[in-house]
């Protein structure tokens, strides 16, 4: 059984900056494609970026130039570097990983249990 286990969110102002963590134990993230998903409040989970070897990385158009995902796979872990944040950003923030390189939360097989950014003006 894997398990993931997200870290990092916090509160920032506008144009902070925040690194989420994504930790996993019980099996290798090597083979797995990491997504990281997000959900606001009053709103569904939607799909924000995702990174596989063989593949690279695929943002949603909103975070492009201004997210960055990436994997330490010595750590066994995953990572999403969020920066020029904005209150739209705001959300629980989710990590997942899957077998299939695909923006659809169907295709994830395991999830973190989220982690809160706010996003404040």
């Known amino acids: 059984q894997v398990q993931l286990a997200e870290s990092g969110g916090g509160s920032v102002q506008v144009g902070g900056s925040l690194n989420l963590s994504c930790a996993a134990s019980?099996?290798?993230?090597?083979?797995?494609?990491i997504g990281w998903f997000r959900q606001a409040p009053g709103k569904e989970r939607e799909f924000v970026a995702m990174?596989?070897?063989?593949?690279?990385?695929y943002y949603r158009e909103s975070v492009k130039g201004r997210f960055t995902i990436s994997r330490d796979s010595a750590r066994n872990m995953g990572f999403l570097q969020m920066n020029s944040l904005k209150p739209e950003d705001t959300a629980v923030y989710y990590c997942?990983?899957?077998?299939?390189?695909?923006?659809?939360?169907?295709?994830?097989?395991?999830w973190g249990q989220g982690t809160q950014v706010t996003v404040s003006s």
């Open positions: 997942a990983i899957g077998t299939r390189y695909a923006t659809y939360q169907s295709e994830y097989i395991y």
């Open positions: 019980g099996h290798s993230l090597s083979t797995y494609v």
């Open positions: 990174e596989w070897t063989y593949s690279g990385q």
